[in-house]
């Protein structure tokens, strides 16, 4: 698959940024590049079928059409992966360390270009392109530091024979990103995969394919082996073809319910592991003793980042009944306040729903709710920048639905858009049971002065990333992951090397062998 941006000539190295910056002020790009990668290089499929087209959100135009890899391009960029863990596997921690310390550098030094080229494929504002740029960044860090520490362990048996422990790599492992988070994602994926000795292949959204390769090219610049990290581009049929390809070890997938079941089904015929980071419908709990200003900061955040399109986010924000209405007040105000609109300015706090379809779908949630008796205090609409540019861009107001109860739609689906839930609770006992009524279990949050009832309100709430007076904070040192059909295994901090590793056990005999034969 390739990208064929309009008015196309060769790219040039570095040529990127600038185009990026071309096309916000004229509206065409003026390049044409590959967006497969193996064998070192960006890579262009001779006879590509079946084009789809990606468009930019902000303004609804065609940025390029997309070309899926099929059986022969997903083999070759496996035997890649395969060649290259070959050496890999066998450098040291500390050299894997110093590729990937060069990598977080690269990052750094071209943040604004990437940057800025999520906006344009993904539609987030520049501000929250940018942190997810940094988070990427920080992830390569960690997990550099982590490279050099790996290690078994030791244990004496009797007689002086003993015994030790090996972590080893697994091998060519599989990364499937989802389309909120493109870049953030490939490195969250990739560094701890890399940290262990493993080599990646890697599958983005095809609805966000562009910022995957660049990735791409900072570990090959950085001194990675030619194959070590590489990149197909496709939907369901690519993603297929690497999930049952006999020499592909692992596969780690962000992204829906529906299709984690399908790639846990499959990795199953050949009995890979995975990891599966899902889908949430999180409950977001304020006691009235909280700190007003806080929490009503917290549910904004809860909500509303990239255009509310985040797995973990707190949808449901149940509100004790003695400070609903002033909570009510301050969050409908807030939100009204909230900035849409060009995602490239600085000013702006919510950009582009991803796609029509998507933004139609989010919508739709809106009215259902509406229908079944919520009360729509404020957004859920259509919104139509002044910028003649982005007129046809994806946009919607933010939205805050009062009146929810806990059967309506709106509560008990994942709308992956900027749709606040609210809702009303009495006690504490009522709202755990209420908060944990949910076959999803991905984060849940509280805000609340009492530090013992924090501790004993998230012991007993059924997810797997719980927040205590703050809300969508993902720091690369800790894990992150859910709870039931919200996934398997987890991304990030220190647990997450058993998740890209595997465990082998050697007995050494240092006396003769006591034969019962």
């Not at 090996?166 to 560094?191: D, H, M, T």
């Not at 449901?316 to 009944?321: A, D, E, G, I, L």
Request: hydrophobic share 40%; with cysteine.
């Amino acid at each position: 698959m390739y990208l064929r941006f309009i008015k196309c000539r060769k790219l040039k190295p570095g040529a990127l940024y600038s185009a990026v910056r071309q096309y916000a002020s004229t509206g065409t790009f003026d390049i044409t590049v590959p967006l497969n990668f193996w064998s070192g290089d960006r890579v262009r499929i001779k006879d590509a079928s079946n084009t789809e087209r990606v468009y930019e959100p902000a303004t609804g135009r065609v940025l390029c059409e997309l070309e899926p890899c099929g059986a022969v391009e997903v083999d070759q960029a496996v035997k890649n992966a395969q060649s290259a863990f070959q050496e890999w596997s066998r450098m040291s921690g500390m050299e894997r360390s110093r590729v990937m310390i060069k990598a977080a550098q690269i990052i750094e030094d071209k943040r604004e270009e990437i940057a800025e080229m999520e906006v344009v494929n993904n539609g987030k504002s520049i501000t929250e392109a940018r942190l997810d740029v940094d988070s990427a960044r920080l992830c390569i860090e960690y997990y550099a530091g982590v490279a050099s520490t790996l290690a078994g362990q030791h244990v004496q048996l009797p007689g002086g024979s003993f015994a030790y422990t090996r972590r080893e790599p697994l091998g060519v492992c599989v990364g499937i990103g989802a389309w909120n988070y493109p870049f953030q994602i490939a490195a969250w994926k990739s560094a701890p995969a890399l940290a262990c000795g493993n080599s990646m292949v890697f599958k983005p959204s095809p609805v966000t394919p562009v910022t995957a390769v660049m990735l791409a090219e900072i570990y090959a610049k950085a001194g990675a082996p030619e194959g070590l990290f590489n990149v197909v581009q496709g939907g369901y049929e690519t993603g297929t073809l690497l999930c049952h390809h006999p020499t592909v070890a692992k596969i780690s997938f962000t992204g829906s319910v529906p299709t984690g079941k399908k790639i846990m089904a499959m990795a199953s015929k050949g009995v890979k592991p995975v990891t599966l980071e899902l889908g949430g419908k999180s409950p977001l709990v304020i006691f009235e003793d909280s700190d007003l200003e806080n929490a009503v900061k917290g549910a904004l955040m809860a909500n509303f980042l990239s255009q509310g399109q985040v797995c973990s986010n707190g949808t449901r924000v149940f509100v004790q009944s003695q400070i609903l209405p002033e909570f009510l007040e301050e969050v409908v105000k807030r939100t009204k306040a909230i900035e849409i609109g060009d995602p490239l300015l600085e000013s702006t706090r919510m950009g582009a729903l991803v796609n029509r379809p998507h933004l139609d779908r989010v919508l739709g949630f809106v009215d259902q709710a509406r229908k079944e008796g919520a009360t729509v205090l404020c957004g859920g609409e259509p919104f139509v920048p002044a910028d003649p540019k982005l007129r046809g861009g994806y946009f919607m107001t933010p939205c805050v639905l009062g009146g929810c109860r806990d059967e309506m739609t709106c509560v008990k689906e994942e709308i992956f858009g900027p749709v606040m839930s609210v809702l009303s609770f009495e006690t504490e006992e009522e709202v755990l049971q209420r908060a944990n009524d949910t076959t999803l279990g991905l984060a849940a949050g509280v805000f609340t002065r009492d530090v013992s009832r924090a501790h004993r309100v998230v012991e007993h709430l059924n997810a797997g990333t719980c927040f205590i007076n703050n809300y969508n904070i993902t720091p690369v040192e800790v894990p992150f992951g859910g709870y039931k059909m919200s996934g398997i295994g987890r991304e990030n901090g220190q647990v997450t090397i058993e998740f890209y590793s595997q465990l082998k056990t050697v007995f050494v005999e240092m006396n003769d062998v006591d034969s019962l034969f």
